[in-house]
């Protein structure tokens, strides 16, 4: 990820997502038609109800205009439908209401305007802030008008609980969208779950590991090119192993010879002339270095071959390290050691040699190590390493663990410049044991080199 930009979400919540958020939008597509149809369908129904009212309350209003205009009084009142409704009529003398009073001038504008013989006019709007439905019929009367405001609480109340039963079910169902699509990519990603397992479980060194054999379609053509690469990686580790041992072991009789006859001229050199001293000690020095490399050339092919555990033994970290100090040819270092036993389950001698591989580093490098610490962290054991040197730059504390590379010494060529092998030993070592091992600065300057191993328990 770049720095700066913001972090993307896992593939499984943005399946879960695209399964919740499509799952709404068809949920919203059928709520939106439903509440369409619904609103329609009810509002419809309820206009032809008022439509069948109001047509009879007209004509009853007609008859009574037309036998007695001044028994309006009476009659009009009795046509309310309820406390909510209103009814307005329009004579030559003007204006009569019943029922909750609204102005004239409160009716929508427009609304008689649109009335004609047999054909009324409807409008929804609100009266007082009650939702109502206005309908309007001709009178037989010149200019007569029977109007009549239906109230829509009811209906709004109806509407309203539709609107929250949609709404609900909308976030209801979006819910379910993105647990069902979280429960798909677990099932569709467990098979990438375990290519990744074994890939690292091959990162790690186990060249044996494979995937196991997949029944759909999708997935087993991957499963077998997977395992067919592996094989075939396999294959080759262990073939260029092969080959760096067999050439390690075919060069150790010839460089013994040659290191046996230059020793012997070494006993010599006095009667030799100034030059031939120089190209004796030249020769002597470049022999001692390739004797080292062909050994450590031979650590790596034993690293490289397949840890079936069977070498493994508890180990306290800390005797050991107590043990390994005590034998080095390097001055001591300052010892911080845990008093409780710290048990690894590890091949002690690759233990030892990963021991050794830091204090000689230590010793090439760093001016010499200066502390060694061991203790335990949570379900890890430390092993701590300090020199006396300049610190690793940290754009070679990953460089440094690979094979013949030795940092800012690169260039140097004197006997004790190293082969550019033992730090790819450890590393090599701690992986095989499910370790980690890197370089950090020592607190103070210098170089510290940290191990770190699963804790065993006793």
């Known amino acids: 990820m770049n720095r700066g930009s913001s972090p993307r979400l896992s593939l499984r919540w943005r399946v879960s997502a695209a399964f919740g958020l499509g799952l709404v939008v068809v949920v919203s597509a059928l709520c939106a038609a439903t509440w369409h149809l619904a609103t329609g369908y009810l509002l419809s129904q309820r206009q032809l109800s008022a439509d069948r009212h109001s047509r009879v309350n007209a004509r009853l209003v007609d008859n009574a205009v037309r036998d007695q205009p001044d028994g309006l009084g009476e009659l009009l009142p009795a046509l309310a439908a309820g406390p909510h409704s209103t009814i307005l009529v329009s004579l ?21 305007t649109r009335v004609h013989a047999g054909a009324p006019a409807h409008e929804r709007f609100l009266a007082d802030g009650i939702p109502v439905l206005a309908v309007a019929q001709p009178l037989a009367i010149p200019n007569g008008f029977y109007v009549e405001l239906h109230p829509l609480l009811g209906l709004e109340r109806t509407f309203q609980n539709l609107r929250m039963i949609l709404f609900s079910g909308t976030v209801v169902c979006g819910l379910f969208g993105v647990v069902l699509g979280a429960w798909a990519a677990q099932r569709a990603l467990r098979p990438l779950a375990a290519f990744t397992e ?41 073939r260029d192993a092969r080959f760096a041992a067999d050439v390690s072991h075919e060069l150790r009789s010839p460089l013994t010879t040659m290191t046996s006859v230059a020793e012997v001229l070494d006993r010599r050199r006095d009667a030799m002339p100034p030059p031939a001293q120089k190209a004796l000690q030249l020769l002597l020095a470049e022999l001692h270095r390739f004797r080292g490399m062909v050994l450590d050339l031979l650590e790596i092919s034993a690293v490289d071959q397949a840890d079936n555990g069977e070498e493994r033994e508890l180990v306290d970290l800390g005797a050991l390290v107590r043990g390994g100090v005590a034998s080095s040819p390097a001055p001591r270092p300052a010892l911080d050691l845990a008093t409780e036993p710290l048990l690894v389950a590890a091949d002690r001698r690759r233990l030892d040699r990963v021991l050794a591989n830091l204090l000689d580093n230590a010793a090439r490098y760093g001016g010499g190590a200066v502390r060694v610490a061991a203790y335990a962290r949570d379900s890890v054991v430390r092993l701590e390493v300090d020199d006396a040197g300049d610190g690793v730059p940290e754009e070679l504390r990953e460089r440094i663990f690979e094979r013949f590379s030795r940092g800012v010494h690169a260039g140097r060529r004197d006997p004790d410049a190293g082969t550019g092998l033992g730090l790819a030993i450890v590393a090599e070592h701690v992986h095989r044991h499910d370790g980690r091992v890197w370089a950090e600065d020592r607190p103070g300057g210098g170089a510290r080199f940290v191990v770190e191993l699963p804790r065993a328990r006793g």
Do not use: C, H, Y
Request: aromatic share 4%; proline share 13%; glycine share 10%.
């Open 198 to 238: 074994t890939a690292a479980r091959i990162a790690r060194g186990d060249l044996s590991a494979r995937l196991p054999e997949q029944s759909g379609p999708d997935l087993a053509p991957l499963a077998a090119t997977f395992n067919s690469t592996a094989a075939a990686l396999e294959q080759r580790v262990r």
């Open 92 to 112: 030559p003398g003007g204006w009569r209401t019943a029922g909750r009073p609204v102005a004239p001038e409160d009716l929508p504008p427009g609304l008689l």
